[in-house]
């Protein structure tokens, strides 16, 4: 059964961090997450604006598959991590029925 | 120009709420809300897991439309509200060209 | 597939509350707890030392689930809940074959 | 439609960063930021006293252009951002009638 | 001299508050912000976007004449107020010479 | 007599670390936790999703041995702990005679 | 074998209650604290200075017992407590053999 | 031997508080509170500026003298206090001999 | 016209910093503040018991200057500050007439 | 006057810190603590079970005498202080005469 989590990722990289070596880290960060929004796992990325974050929502099979995506990143070491189980909303009209 | 916003809404009812007085109060806030995600400008609303609050997304012309949508909400009184205002990021794919 | 999720609950009850009402809820929120409990849900429930409020771990089928057990309890409007969903640890002796 | 936004920006300058390399880095600063004051984007901004830190008053065509102003900061590297969307009061006198 | 301080309002009504009292408290409210609009001590006042909230920026001659507007909103009993005192920027180009 | 304390330990390691030396810290901190699972004392470990952290329970017979076996832990050095004592429920239907 | 525990316990009476049902509470939380002083399991009671506080150091038998005080205090309902499980310091003169 | 304490004094008054019961009230405080100042205990009070709260510095004997001045106050159960025990600063110019 | 400032000032110092240099550094902070102290700008400067920082008072013409003297301190970028505007309290005895 | 003061301590040593600087360090730490308890000013040291911390409580003449012994901890650059001033408890059996 597929379930939703919302995910905020924030990202501290260090200041003096060499620039062929982030520029690697960044290309291999974003090369991960589309791999994982293609294959219908990460639903939404949106960019926080005016910070180095991002608030994400994850379609997945249990908390296991979940954990295992975030731990991959290539970023994760440089991250910090909010993550909001949801569920179905009562109002939520693509849940309700035709007459609803 | 349709801008995305994250609305985290926090809700807390007094305990001792009329039974009758909640139960209409929440049949309009529903009511609102449906009405809103129906024309396009609420377009996502997930239950928080385990707490009385929901997470949601909206896409509005602008600052001031998100703050009349709001405003408007017959439980606004009652919700403490945290806003993220969002925007594309470099690494969704919906964003990219065919070759990305 | 069964998921685990750390829930602490947090109970604040008005001190003035009518007495025979708190023992009604109380005696409501313990038959829920031990029916849920009693089919397996409700792994494990601890007292927090020294504090209203009580530290468990839950097995369901998914965000929902939980969910819908947490916004069932008697005592949901007066509690404050702090969730972490929960996944296998690469250091659990549980998790490693014989040879671990 | 011109939407604006309260910003304040706080700075975290290593101590020993080397002079050279600072003095540069600000005066970049200065000249990025003096160019969209110049524009009409960055409409106001407030040094908070006693604070490496300001308070500043963007007016943007929307999130995304707010987003793209703030992350070409040469500080962003080294800036925490508090990012506030605003919208009109109606207490305003600047929005009210002649008769109001 | 004058000064200029942000003052960010945050107000919480009693929800249960009588109607007409309400109507009256809020009319004075207005009445009197609107007069320190006008007098010009109460340079701005924006609406913080889905919050019961403004942000303020005030002009004054001092501490003391900052506090005595402040103390006398109608609103402040229900009022929390964040005060940050303000001084010109370097990179503000209002502040700059001609050839700045 | 035996004790419950849940331990949350949220681990932070220099991203820089030498990956040698950061392998052998974790190798000597598997084993670590391994042992204490086996003899009984380390009775739950979960790892938090999306975070370099667990949730574990510990079962000893006084604060002086938690405090022994935690400040053992090879990663110690580089872990904020939150230690919370528990006490057993009186929902618990472990704790209940049979006919409860 | 006996344990120690710092508790802090911040006290938030209604400022409207009845000052008799008030003086007879007090009255009963005052017995109550003597009656487990003399038995030698509340070993110190202090004012926190200028705040309606009390920091305390319980010895006790287990982590059972201390929450069963605690729970049993007339003003458990009216107050927050912080609990920190102690343990010998090894700086501790009164732990030290002769020679140290 | 006279000591000094920063004392910052943060008030919350019910808003539905009878007048006459508040305007009792706040003369015993004043009163209470200048009877301090002219026996040269209490020996600076200021009003932070746009909250209702004040910043004094103490001058007693011990913290039991404080702590018995700060309870006896008639606003104490509307009181959120913050201590600060303070000391001689080593520059402070009245503490050096005429060469320093 | 004179206006009061209440300033805290935490100092963190990195611990493996060049003993020559922070003494160079710490001297120099001594004389700035003597300095303003001399001219009566600095009013108070109290030791925080038991950390490094500061609670000090200020007594300045203007937010303006209240900055520039802070942005000198030596130690400017080594502090964390707190600065709270300060007006004259209605009960404060040296604002009363004499018969008050 | 002997007056009495809660301290807690929290240590953040370097991981990457020499093994003998450190064992250096926590030698004369130790060997201070241990003469300032032999001296009745450092009644009590007790370690936060889990942490690198410690919770003390000190018997000293004045503020200024526990902020010399504080300061002149050799921890002390690595140290964060909580500082709480006691005073005696109303319900304290010491305190009261042979009747109460």
Redesign the interface.
Known sequence: ?T?????RMDVA???DMDPAARGDLLAR??AY??EW??SGHWR?????????A??S?FAV????E??SI??GLPL???MT?T???????????AL?GPG?
């Open positions: 059964m379930q939703l989590y919302a995910v990289l260090p200041p960060e974003k997450s589309q929004q293609r939404h990325i949106w960019r926080c604006v005016g910070e180095y991002n608030l929502v099979e249990s908390n296991e979940l954990h975030l731990w994760f070491p440089h991590m993550i909001t189980p949801l569920a179905g909303h009562p109002s939520d009209i309700a609803a």
